[in-house]
């Protein structure tokens, strides 16, 4: 050290200052802050500043351990001595401090925490020229593997944030920069530093850090499924608190950079983070809904698989269906909305949400798989929804009939007899206008609906008669089977046509939903008696049928008897005895006597009383009671037929008596 050195500072403090003991060092520092305070009283700031430089560059940047250690435990005695003068040397003291928190030594590193707290301590509000070094020097020392210097920082770090809320001048820019930079990082110790900044500046009324929130949200949202409870906890009382300022201030707040964020979030397999994502758009729709429906086909895709059954009675739900709900309302209550939306997104994540295994993208371009299984609750949030958007834009949906038809048709065998429904209403509502278009919407429906059946034999025989009667209920039952009807006449395998004949028969003449249709076929009958003739609709539809309903002899009977036709039964029955009866055959018999019983064929067995009128019907009822076996049914229509024989007995004694002369004449 040069005699100049020695001029700045006693020889004594110099080998206080580079002295192995700690307790020599400080003892040294204590000089130093004297000699800066007389200087300091002086006012010669020449010379403070070669103390300090000699503090410096002599120790502080030495190679020698304990030269470091006395140089900044005398570099921060400085800066206590100079009180609030510190501010004209903080360029000069702070930036050799920061370089000792990376020094390999954990002792230095930790004088380096004490004495950059000393320096902050005294020199307040002139620190934060350098806010971005100390947060940086910061962010590694609370992860060092050596206690004392992690304590250090942790003390150095209190320190700062209570500097940094009583400043006015705090860069907040600077700020979001920094921990953006860092906020995507694993350690648990830097990821709760990091909470603990953004904790502490949402909670200064001054700062508006909810301006900078897109930017920081999604590495929130990140943290909030660290494996650490508190961590977990402090992030979620961040967000808490970042959403009870947005609720108290929405004017400027960027909800769509945002909503981004929380939709590819709300699909997280941490369920806390799933539902607080959720939380937050179902908030965001609530406060600027109108500016959010662009989002529509994301937000769809996030809520509807939080309606499966795992998640049935959960926060989860519950918040989806909300969501959902809120979401609906606002596209169909806010006018021009769905006028003035292209649907094609909303449509495709909807569609793939009743379909299993399909791919597909939402607004923001991801691309998604929708699950192998689809809950019932899921399927009925879609399909109120596109009947829904169906109602109030019908021909932005039909002209998506080429994409929605395949979908919906593959409901339409769903178990669930709700599912079933919907499907139903939807397909009809699509095929209601009598445009070319939907005439072929609808028949390619049925071609589909046939086609099912066709290959599982299971659906034809279970739910055949529930599915087709439904359809009734919303399509006119003779447009209905008249279209089947055709359908069937191009079908080449004649034996599930002939199956198919039988269930859409028995649907025919016992379903209460189709009397109308009974009542037209029953119209096409000429009465010579009342001076009455068929009607030419009756006719029309009778011929539509029949041409199909041949493929089954027993149907064909039926269908005959129903639209009283009793010649051409008669006819048929006969024609069936010349051929050798199947099971099939016998049995359809069966149930047709069985169903001659019923209600429905009230008119027909009141005709067994006038034979005269009515000769064939007679003759058929007979002729299928010579077809039939010994059996329970064959008791049943020939006690009938023996009713008939006494009826008309004791119809012709009456008449006897009428004509005998009375003996009192």
Same mark, same amino acid.
């Given at each position: 050290?040069?005699?100049?050195?020695?001029?700045?500072?006693?020889?004594?403090?110099?080998?206080?200052?580079?002295?192995?003991?700690?307790?020599?060092?400080?003892?040294?520092?204590?000089?130093?802050?004297?000699?800066?305070?007389?200087?300091?009283?002086?006012?010669?700031?020449?010379?403070?500043?070669?103390?300090?430089?000699?503090?410096?560059?002599?120790?502080?940047?030495?190679?020698?351990?304990?030269?470091?250690?006395?140089?900044?435990?005398?570099?921060?005695?400085?800066?206590?001595?100079?009180?609030?003068?510190?501010?004209?040397?903080?360029?000069?003291?702070?930036?050799?401090?920061?370089?000792?928190?990376?020094?390999?030594?954990?002792?230095?590193?930790?004088?380096?925490?004490?004495?950059?707290?000393?320096?902050?301590?005294?020199?307040?509000?002139?620190?934060?020229?350098?806010?971005?070094?100390?947060?940086?020097?910061?962010?590694?020392?609370?992860?060092?593997?050596?206690?004392?210097?992690?304590?250090?920082?942790?003390?150095?770090?209190?320190?700062?944030?209570?500097?940094?809320?009583?400043?006015?001048?705090?860069?907040?820019?600077?700020?979001?920069?920094?921990?953006?930079?860092?906020?995507?990082?694993?350690?648990?110790?830097?990821?709760?530093?990091?909470?603990?900044?953004?904790?502490?500046?949402?909670?200064?009324?001054?700062?508006?850090?909810?301006?900078?929130?897109?930017?920081?949200?999604?590495?929130?949202?990140?943290?909030?499924?660290?494996?650490?409870?508190?961590?977990?906890?402090?992030?979620?009382?961040?967000?808490?608190?970042?959403?009870?300022?947005?609720?108290?201030?929405?004017?400027?707040?960027?909800?769509?950079?945002?909503?981004?964020?929380?939709?590819?979030? &709300?699909? #997280?397999?941490? *369920?806390? %983070?799933?539902? /607080? =994502?959720?939380?937050?758009?179902? !908030?965001? $729709?609530?406060?600027?809904?109108?500016?959010?429906?662009?989002?529509?086909?994301?937000?769809?895709?996030?809520?509807?698989?939080?309606?499966?059954?795992?998640?049935?009675?959960?926060?989860?739900?519950?918040?989806?269906?909300?969501?959902?709900?809120?979401?609906?309302?606002?596209?169909?209550?806010?006018?021009?909305?769905?006028?003035?939306?292209?649907?094609?997104?909303?449509?495709?994540?909807?569609?793939?949400?009743?379909?299993?295994?399909?791919?597909?993208?939402?607004?923001?371009?991801?691309?998604?798989? &929708?699950? #192998?299984?689809? *809950?019932? %609750?899921?399927? /009925? =949030?879609?399909?109120?929804?596109? !009947?829904? $958007?169906?109602?109030?834009?019908?021909?932005?949906?039909?002209?998506?009939?080429?994409?929605?038809?395949?979908?919906?048709?593959?409901?339409?065998?769903?178990?669930?007899?709700?599912?079933?429904?919907?499907?139903?209403?939807?397909?009809?509502?699509?095929?209601?206008?009598?445009?070319?278009?939907?005439?072929?919407?609808?028949?390619?429906?049925?071609?589909?609906?046939?086609?099912?059946?066709?290959?599982?034999?299971?659906?034809?025989?279970?739910?055949?008669?529930?599915?087709?009667?439904?359809?009734?209920?919303?399509?006119?039952?003779?447009?209905?089977?008249?279209?089947? =009807?055709?359908?069937?006449?191009?079908?080449?395998?004649?034996?599930?046509?002939?199956?198919?004949?039988?269930?859409?028969?028995?649907?025919?003449?016992?379903?209460?939903?189709?009397?109308?249709?009974?009542?037209?076929?029953?119209?096409?009958?000429?009465?010579?008696?009342?001076?009455?003739?068929?009607?030419?609709?009756?006719?029309?539809?009778?011929?539509?049928?029949?041409?199909?309903?041949?493929?089954?002899?027993?149907?064909?009977?039926?269908?005959?008897?129903?639209?009283?036709?009793?010649?051409?039964?008669?006819?048929?029955?006969?024609?069936?005895?010349?051929?050798?009866?199947?099971?099939?055959?016998?049995?359809?018999?069966?149930?047709?006597?069985?169903?001659?019983?019923?209600?429905?064929?009230?008119?027909?067995?009141?005709?067994?009383?006038?034979?005269?009128?009515?000769?064939?019907?007679?003759?058929?009822?007979?002729?299928?009671?010579?077809?039939?076996?010994?059996?329970?049914?064959?008791?049943?229509?020939?006690?009938?037929?023996?009713?008939?024989?006494?009826?008309?007995?004791?119809?012709?004694?009456?008449?006897?008596?009428?004509?005998?002369?009375?003996?009192?004449?």
């Amino acid at each position: 050290m040069s005699n100049a050195d020695n001029a700045i500072l006693p020889v004594t403090v110099v080998r206080g200052l580079n002295d192995r003991v700690y307790e020599k060092r400080k003892m040294a520092a204590l000089e130093v802050e004297r000699i800066v305070r007389e200087l300091v009283a002086k006012n010669d700031i020449k010379q403070v500043r070669k103390v300090i430089d000699m503090l410096v560059n002599n120790f502080v940047l030495s190679q020698n351990p304990n030269a470091k250690k006395g140089g900044l435990i005398g570099v921060a005695a400085a800066a206590i001595a100079l009180g609030k003068d510190i501010g004209l040397f903080v360029s000069e003291i702070v930036p050799p401090v920061l370089k000792s928190f990376v020094d390999v030594d954990c002792r230095v590193r930790y004088f380096g925490c004490e004495s950059m707290y000393n320096i902050a301590k005294v020199g307040r509000a002139s620190m934060l020229l350098f806010f971005k070094e100390i947060f940086d020097g910061v962010s590694k020392l609370i992860c060092d593997p050596d206690t004392h210097v992690k304590n250090g920082a942790e003390l150095l770090d209190r320190l700062v944030k209570d500097i940094v809320t009583e400043s006015n001048i705090f860069d907040v820019d600077l700020f979001v920069s920094l921990v953006r930079e860092r906020i995507y990082t694993n350690n648990d110790n830097v990821r709760q530093y990091l909470v603990s900044w953004i904790q502490l500046l949402c909670s200064v009324p001054d700062i508006d850090l909810v301006s900078h929130l897109p930017m920081l949200l999604d590495g929130l949202f990140i943290i909030l499924g660290d494996q650490k409870d508190e961590i977990r906890a402090m992030t979620q009382q961040v967000l808490n608190d970042f959403l009870m300022e947005i609720n108290r201030k929405s004017v400027g707040t960027n909800f769509k950079a945002m909503i981004v964020v929380l939709l590819g979030h &709300s699909k #997280s397999a941490n *369920s806390s %983070t799933q539902l /607080i =994502a959720l939380i937050w758009i179902l !908030r965001f $729709l609530e406060l600027d809904g109108a500016n959010l429906t662009f989002y529509s086909a994301g937000i769809l895709n996030a809520v509807l698989p939080c309606l499966s059954d795992q998640h049935s009675k959960t926060d989860i739900f519950e918040t989806a269906v909300r969501t959902k709900d809120k979401l609906l309302s606002l596209l169909t209550e806010t006018p021009g909305t769905l006028e003035n939306m292209d649907i094609t997104d909303m449509l495709s994540v909807l569609l793939a949400h009743v379909v299993p295994s399909t791919v597909y993208k939402d607004s923001t371009g991801r691309e998604y798989t &929708s699950p #192998s299984q689809i *809950s019932v %609750t899921t399927k /009925i =949030a879609v399909l109120q929804w596109v !009947r829904t $958007l169906h109602s109030h834009v019908p021909n932005k949906i039909n002209s998506q009939h080429q994409d929605i038809f395949p979908a919906v048709i593959r409901t339409v065998s769903d178990p669930c007899d709700g599912v079933v429904v919907l499907s139903i209403q939807l397909l009809a509502a699509m095929c209601m206008q009598n445009s070319d278009q939907d005439k072929t919407n609808f028949e390619n429906f049925l071609r589909s609906l046939i086609a099912k059946f066709k290959d599982d034999e299971k659906l034809l025989d279970r739910r055949c008669s529930f599915i087709i009667q439904t359809l009734c209920t919303h399509v006119d039952s003779e447009k209905v089977f008249c279209t089947l =009807a055709r359908l069937l006449v191009e079908e080449t395998d004649i034996v599930f046509t002939a199956l198919l004949v039988q269930y859409l028969n028995w649907i025919l003449l016992t379903s209460p939903n189709l009397a109308p249709l009974r009542d037209t076929l029953k119209s096409q009958r000429n009465n010579p008696k009342l001076g009455k003739k068929g009607s030419t609709d009756g006719r029309a539809v009778f011929s539509t049928l029949y041409t199909t309903w041949c493929h089954d002899p027993v149907s064909t009977i039926a269908l005959c008897m129903i639209a009283h036709s009793y010649q051409h039964a008669s006819d048929v029955i006969h024609a069936l005895g010349e051929y050798e009866m199947t099971e099939m055959t016998l049995s359809g018999l069966d149930k047709l006597v069985q169903l001659l019983e019923s209600p429905v064929f009230s008119a027909l067995r009141l005709e067994l009383v006038q034979p005269d009128t009515n000769p064939e019907l007679f003759r058929s009822l007979a002729g299928i009671l010579m077809l039939l076996p010994q059996s329970e049914a064959f008791t049943l229509l020939r006690n009938r037929l023996e009713c008939v024989g006494v009826v008309r007995a004791a119809e012709r004694t009456s008449q006897a008596s009428r004509c005998v002369p009375s003996s009192d004449k």
